[in-house]
């Protein structure tokens, strides 16, 4: 039996799911098949940065992914401990998300939002659009791809029975081992394996209430070998952790570590508890040497693998499936040019780069934290001087890996051929801070709205042209965008702040949210513009 679906997506992880999403959301047809029965005993990944949550925002979930089990009164801190029992050395502080304020940059912030909880949200608003179909236990086995587009052999895991899938487009969201960057022949190119974390999973409530500190998300385990391994509450009315030991020899296996040793030193006394799950993974830095082949696509952990220090590998994958979703779209609606899809590695390879980079850094940083000394669980005087000492130093080392909402929001597509540079110069790059810049490639910045809306409220399915008061008529660029039937909205603006931000009286922003073009007045070639931001030029 055959089919033909316009694209089909391998791999249910938050990936796959969110690009599902973005397709649903523009109406167009799919089929995610995914290998597993998608539950998930233990979590990888935690926290849904502010970008991950625009993005939310603009399918309309934002509130749920907000409003996840995980309390919003507990604080999102980070702890410096000799162990969660022992002393407290210093404290990243970061409220819980009913006590802060969004960054001024973005409408959200980070948001703690466990793997448990998202990928369920994700799949219940994919799984809402009938032109969306999630198969679980269904794996895909092998595929080839003509100029017209591609075959793709699957296996429902609980028949048996074997089926093809013809598809215009096939988009490997299969994470880090995935089988379909490997048929296409690419590399991952970087440092590669540098380490081998072990997490230990495991439930006991009641242990932050009686650990004598105040509460905190991350309790970061520091003694005589250095920082060695972190606790981190996944769930806490459940009392769900996480311990993971940052680097193991790598020959452990889960039936041989010795997870009683490992807790009992993080919690610095014998305890009891219901032991859930154990992984042994390996930490990587390495990036693909292509974002896909042909009607091949690659997104995710299929393509960029990185420390999960930072807290960037999925948040970077939603950004891909955001990318090449409206893509996939414009060009099966008719409207992309021919070029758009090789828009995709171009725009995106650069942000995993990035990511990959920061997130390796992070992991060094604490990796070569200088070595503790037995003193640190010292009681007394001595021992209060020099956790105080280390305690500052740690501060300093680590916390910029929980600092990083320059990282989250201010990536950018400085090289992409659908945007038009205006030679303005780049703003900085810096992981701590964000410059929000109105810039051609950059994310399109937030404001506040007169009527309490975010300007990034206005950013739909299509483009967006942006008139700010006295901006002189744009009518060219919106015939234009109607004879190659690209779908733009024209939005009037009377908003001061707005457009000091936005820095020109004319801006186009993408499906996306990201700036293609701006000027004072529109281009001489209005059908030029268009041609271009489409991927028709
Ligand atoms: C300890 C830890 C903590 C982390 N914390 C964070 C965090 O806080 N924030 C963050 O952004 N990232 C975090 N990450 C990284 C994040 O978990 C990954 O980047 C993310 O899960 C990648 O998603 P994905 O969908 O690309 O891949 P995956 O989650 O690996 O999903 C791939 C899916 O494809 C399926 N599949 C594979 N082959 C086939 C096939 N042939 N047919 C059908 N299905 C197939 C697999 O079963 C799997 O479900 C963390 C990672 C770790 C290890």
Redesign the pocket.
């Known amino acids: 039996m055959t089919r033909r679906i316009p694209v089909l997506i391998?791999?249910?992880?938050?990936?796959?799911?969110?690009l599902a999403a973005e397709l649903g959301w523009r109406g167009i047809a799919c089929e995610l098949?995914?290998?597993?029965d998608?539950a998930i005993v233990s979590?990888?990944?935690?926290?849904?940065?502010a970008r991950?949550m625009e993005i939310c925002r603009r399918w309309g979930i934002a509130e749920r992914v907000f409003n996840c089990p995980f309390p919003a009164d507990y604080p999102l801190d980070v702890a410096f401990v000799t162990s969660l029992f022992g002393h407290e050395l210093s404290r990243l502080r970061r409220p819980g998300r009913n006590s802060l304020e969004p960054p001024p940059e973005s409408p959200h912030r980070m948001q703690a939002c466990s793997?448990i909880w998202f990928d369920p949200i994700l799949s219940d608003f994919a799984g809402s659009f009938a032109s969306v179909r999630l198969r679980h236990r269904?794996?895909?086995?092998a595929f080839e791809q003509t100029a017209a587009g591609v075959s793709a052999q699957?296996v429902d895991l609980t028949s048996g029975a074997r089926e093809e899938i013809e598809a215009d487009y096939l988009v490997g969201?299969?994470?880090?081992?995935?089988?379909?960057r490997r048929a296409l022949g690419i590399e991952l190119v970087g440092q590669g394996t540098i380490g081998h974390?072990i997490?230990l999973f495991f439930r006991r409530k009641g242990l932050v209430e009686s650990c004598g500190k105040p509460p905190a998300t991350f309790y970061l385990g520091i003694d005589e070998t250095g920082l060695w391994g972190s606790l981190r509450i996944i769930d806490p009315a459940n009392g769900l952790w996480?311990l993971?030991i940052d680097s193991s020899d790598g020959t452990a296996t889960p039936e041989t570590v010795d997870r009683q040793f490992y807790l009992n030193r993080a919690l610095g006394r014998p305890t009891d508890v219901e032991w859930v799950d154990v992984?042994i993974?390996r930490?990587r830095s390495a990036l693909a040497e292509s974002y896909g082949r042909g009607r091949v696509f690659l997104?995710?952990?299929?393509v960029?693998q990185?420390s999960?220090t930072g807290?960037?590998?999925?948040?970077?994958?939603?950004a891909d499936a955001a990318d090449i979703g409206w893509k996939l779209a414009a060009v099966l609606q008719g409207w992309g040019g021919a070029g758009l899809l090789d828009s995709y590695d171009r725009e995106r390879r650069p942000v995993g780069a990035r990511a990959v980079r920061m997130a390796t850094w992070f992991y060094k940083n604490a990796e070569n934290f200088p070595k503790g000394s037995a003193k640190l669980a010292a009681d007394g005087a001595e021992g209060d001087r020099l956790r105080a000492q280390v305690g500052e130093q740690l501060l300093r080392a680590i916390g910029p890996e929980f600092r990083t909402v320059g990282l989250q929001l201010g990536y950018r597509y400085g090289d992409s051929p659908i945007c038009l540079p205006d030679g303005t110069p780049e703003p900085p790059d810096d992981p701590a801070e964000c410059t929000p810049s109105a810039r051609p490639g950059a994310r399109a910045p937030h404001a506040w709205l007169r009527d309490w809306r975010s300007i990034l409220d206005l950013y739909g399915r299509g483009y967006t042209l942006l008139r700010f008061a006295d901006a002189p008529p744009a009518d060219a660029i919106e015939r234009a965008a109607e004879n190659r039937r690209v779908p733009l909205t024209r939005v009037d603006l009377d908003e001061p702040e707005a457009a000091a931000l936005y820095e020109r009286k004319l801006v186009l922003v993408r499906p996306d949210g990201h700036v293609a073009w701006r000027a004072d007045a529109p281009p001489p070639d209005a059908l030029a513009l268009i041609d271009t931001v489409r991927g028709a030029a």
């Open positions: 391998v791999g249910g992880g938050p990936v796959g799911l969110s098949i995914e290998q597993t998608g979590p990888k990944m935690n926290e849904v940065n991950s793997q269904c794996r895909l086995e699957v969201c299969d994470g880090a081992g995935s089988m379909v974390p997490n996480r993971m992984n993974w930490r997104a995710g952990d299929a960029h990185l999960p807290g960037m590998g999925m948040n970077t994958g939603v």
